[in-house]
């Protein structure tokens, strides 16, 4: 059974002030985030590039076809989920302030507690203008206030050389400036780095999990409030479904992709999870 939309809202701000961080799994449909869900998450997050690929299209395009599955796709989470619901919508989708405002409006009243809204440019063409980038964050938070609106800054996404973390920061206080309620930087690795941005940054900060690089531990001990998986999980579960698919071709033995967890899900509880 779904929380109200208010308390809903009211509880995932609060999870970004617990004692422990939030650990935001991200899904890319209704079964993905109600398994997740069902598995005892706080909260759940959308991730834009499995959201694009399970539609046939690319990540980061701005393309409206996406913008559509994505607020669908909050539109069927609505009531479904025991856990307060976040989005990520790109950039806002090569929207204008009054577009992004609406998106945000549009989301609030599916029941989305919150969004994630980056400044990286549709096809990893550089960075908004941070003064454009403030525009879309306020307009967005104008006309949906009670979302937790989670600013995310690309200096160091899809990048050979970062700039110093004084662009960074930079961005991160114009973002709060305009009503942002946390700032989340993908790519950031090295613990000084972490340590650094959770020191300057006067809000939650968000890092996307690095595997063979984070540890929740260890970025719970470095401050860090919130930790993505962005679309590992995603590309988890199709490159799971290659090797069980190539197994069964080969004659092999299907591998195990429950890492010992127990059998995978079957017929019946995958209709138990969705409502049978």
Same mark, same amino acid.
Not at 22 to 27: I, S, Y
Not at 151 to 164: G, Q, S, Y
Not at 201 to 227: D, K, M, Q, W, Y
């Given at each position: 059974?779904?929380?109200?939309?208010?308390?809903?809202?009211?509880?995932?701000?609060?999870?970004?002030?617990?004692?422990?961080?939030? %650990?935001?799994?991200?899904?890319?449909?209704?079964?993905?985030?109600?398994?997740?869900?069902?598995?005892?998450?706080?909260?759940?997050?959308?991730?834009?590039?499995?959201?694009?690929?399970?539609?046939?299209?690319?990540?980061?395009?701005? %393309?409206?076809?996406?913008?559509?599955?994505?607020?669908?796709?909050?539109?069927?989470?609505?009531?479904? %989920?025991?856990?307060?619901?976040?989005?990520?919508?790109?950039?806002?989708?090569?929207?204008?302030?009054?577009?992004?405002?609406?998106?945000?409006?549009?989301?609030?009243?599916?029941?989305?507690?919150?969004?994630?809204?980056?400044?990286?440019?549709?096809?990893?063409?550089?960075?908004?203008?941070?003064?454009?980038?403030?525009?879309?964050?306020?307009?967005?938070?104008?006309?949906?206030?009670?979302?937790?609106?989670?600013?995310?800054?690309?200096?160091?996404? %899809?990048?050979?050389?970062?700039?110093?973390?004084?662009?960074?920061?930079?961005?991160?206080?114009?973002?709060?400036?305009? /009503?942002?309620?946390?700032?989340?930087?993908?790519?950031?690795?090295?613990?000084?780095?972490?340590?650094?941005?959770?020191?300057?940054?006067?809000?939650?900060?968000?890092?996307?999990?690095?595997?063979?690089?984070?540890?929740?531990?260890?970025?719970?001990?470095?401050?860090?409030?919130?930790?993505?998986?962005?679309?590992?999980?995603?590309?988890?579960?199709?490159?799971?479904?290659?090797?069980?698919?190539?197994?069964?071709?080969? /004659?092999?033995?299907?591998?195990?992709?429950?890492?010992?967890?127990?059998?995978?899900?079957?017929?019946?509880?995958?209709?138990?999870?969705?409502?049978?």
């Amino acid at each position: 059974m779904s929380a109200s939309p208010e308390y809903a809202t009211f509880h995932f701000h609060a999870l970004h002030h617990a004692d422990q961080p939030l %650990l935001l799994p991200n899904a890319w449909d209704v079964a993905s985030a109600v398994a997740l869900a069902g598995a005892g998450y706080a909260a759940i997050g959308t991730t834009s590039l499995g959201v694009a690929a399970a539609h046939g299209y690319p990540d980061g395009r701005a %393309l409206a076809e996406v913008r559509d599955a994505t607020l669908a796709l909050a539109l069927r989470l609505n009531g479904r %989920l025991a856990c307060p619901y976040t989005v990520d919508i790109e950039g806002g989708f090569g929207g204008d302030p009054a577009q992004v405002a609406e998106l945000a409006g549009e989301l609030a009243e599916a029941g989305a507690a919150g969004l994630n809204l980056e400044d990286g440019l549709p096809g990893g063409a550089g960075l908004q203008d941070p003064v454009r980038q403030a525009e879309l964050i306020a307009a967005a938070k104008e006309r949906a206030p009670g979302l937790f609106l989670n600013a995310r800054v690309d200096t160091h996404w %899809l990048v050979d050389a970062p700039p110093p973390l004084s662009a960074t920061l930079a961005r991160a206080e114009s973002y709060l400036a305009a /009503g942002a309620d946390g700032i989340f930087v993908p790519g950031v690795v090295a613990d000084d780095d972490v340590a650094a941005l959770v020191s300057e940054v006067p809000a939650p900060l968000n890092i996307l999990f690095a595997p063979g690089r984070h540890t929740v531990s260890r970025l719970a001990e470095l401050g860090v409030r919130r930790i993505s998986t962005g679309s590992l999980l995603f590309r988890t579960a199709l490159s799971a479904a290659l090797g069980a698919a190539d197994a069964i071709r080969t /004659g092999r033995e299907l591998p195990d992709v429950t890492g010992g967890a127990g059998a995978v899900l079957g017929y019946q509880e995958m209709q138990r999870l969705l409502g049978e």
